[in-house]
C-alpha cells in the first residue's frame, strides 16, 4: 500500500454567529491539505503552452490567400510568362501551408502528430523557400504589367511570412522533441 506525507491543516467548524470560537470542543472536525499535489502534465504540455495554433492558424490562413493569388494568375497570365503561374507557385505551395496548418491545429488533440508535423513544417520550409528563389527572379525581370508586379510582391511577403512561422514552428518542435527525449 503507498503512503505519502502531507501536511493537513485542521479546521473547525464556527458555531457562534459572531466567528468565535466556543471554549467547548468544536461538532465538526475536518482535515484540508494545506497545499495541493501537482497534476499530471498532458503531452506537449511545454509546447502547447506557447501558443502553436495561432502560428498554425496564421499559416492555414495565408495558405487560403496563396491559393487564392494562384488561381487568379492561373486565369489571368500565360503559363510560360512567368515563374510563378509556370511552376504554380502560390498554389503548391498554398496547399501545404493549409495542410499543415491544420495538422498543427491537430496537436491538441492527437499528440501522437508531432513528428508528421514536424516534417510538414520542414517541407513547407523547403517549398517556399524554392518558391521564394523563382518569385524573385520573376520580379528581377520585372513584368510588363504594374498589377502582375504588385501581386507577386504580394504574393512574396506572404510565402516569406510562412516561411518564417514554419521556422518558428520547426524551431518549438525540436525543442519539445529535445525535452522529451530527457
Known amino acids: 500500500m503507498a503512503s505519502a506525507h502531507i ?12 466567528g468565535r470560537r466556543s471554549d467547548h470542543q468544536p ?26 495554433a495561432s502560428c498554425a ?6 495558405g487560403i490567400l496563396s491559393v487564392g493569388i494562384g488561381v487568379v494568375f ?3 497570365v500565360e503559363m ?9 507557385v502560390p498554389i503548391v505551395t498554398g496547399i501545404l501551408f493549409i495542410f499543415t496548418g491544420i495538422l498543427c491545429n491537430v496537436l ?3 499528440p501522437e502528430l508531432l513528428k508528421t508535423c514536424f516534417v510538414a513544417n520542414i517541407g513547407c ?12 527572379i ?7 504589367y504594374e498589377i502582375h508586379y504588385k501581386m507577386e510582391v504580394m504574393v512574396l511577403c506572404v510565402t516569406l511570412m510562412d516561411m518564417i512561422i514554419a521556422a518558428v514552428l520547426i524551431l518549438l518542435i525540436h525543442r519539445e522533441k529535445q525535452n522529451q527525449k530527457h
Not at 80 to 88: A, C, D, E, G
Open 7 to 18: 501536511e493537513m491543516d485542521v479546521q473547525h467548524h464556527e458555531d457562534s454567529a459572531d
Open 74 to 76: 492561373a486565369a489571368s
Open 138 to 144: 520573376d520580379l528581377g525581370t520585372n513584368s510588363s
Open 27 to 52: 461538532l465538526v472536525k475536518y482535515y484540508r491539505a494545506s497545499e495541493p499535489l501537482p497534476g499530471i502534465k498532458p503531452v506537449l504540455h511545454n509546447f502547447l503552452k506557447k501558443g502553436p
Open 125 to 136: 520550409l523547403i517549398v517556399s523557400a524554392v518558391g521564394v528563389i523563382l518569385l524573385s
Open 57 to 62: 492558424a496564421v499559416q492555414a490562413s495565408s
Open 108 to 110: 491538441y488533440r492527437h
Open 80 to 88: 510560360h510568362s512567368i515563374f510563378l503561374t509556370l511552376f504554380r
